[in-house]
């Protein structure tokens, strides 16, 4: 089992900026991608942002040039850091890691999603 805590969310103006954490704890095989999601009511969790262990990072259109994802392996935590925030970036954001679990005895592989409670991102503008 994994567990993941965020922290960081808050309230910031237009063109502000703020940092999300989020720490992993707990068992696992390996967390090969961690990054982030985010959600507004009535509409589905967007994927903002990930970053694989390797290095290997995605960007939602809508962040590129203002958000960065970054990983310390060694703590098992994930960083955002959001800059240059707009109104629309408003949401509820949700952390997510992806645990790769070995093969079973017939060579089959799977993951398996985890998820953190959410932290609340507010931008007045």
């Known amino acids: 089992q994994v567990q993941l805590v965020e922290s960081g969310g808050g309230l910031v103006q237009a063109g502000g900026s703020l940092r999300l954490s989020c720490a992993a704890s707990g068992t696992w095989n390996n967390l090969n991608v961690m990054g982030w999601y985010r959600q507004t009511p009535g509409n589905e969790r967007e994927l903002v942002a990930t970053?694989?262990?390797?290095?290997?990072?995605f960007y939602t259109d809508s962040v590129k040039g203002r958000f960065t994802i970054s990983r310390d392996n060694a703590k098992n935590t994930v960083y955002l850091d959001m800059n240059s925030l707009k109104a629309e970036d408003t949401a509820i954001y949700y952390c997510h890691a992806k645990d790769f679990r070995p093969p079973d005895l017939e060579g089959r592989l799977s993951t398996y999603d985890y998820w953190g409670q959410g932290t609340q991102v507010t931008v007045s503008s």
């Open positions: 970053r694989s262990t390797s290095g290997k990072l």
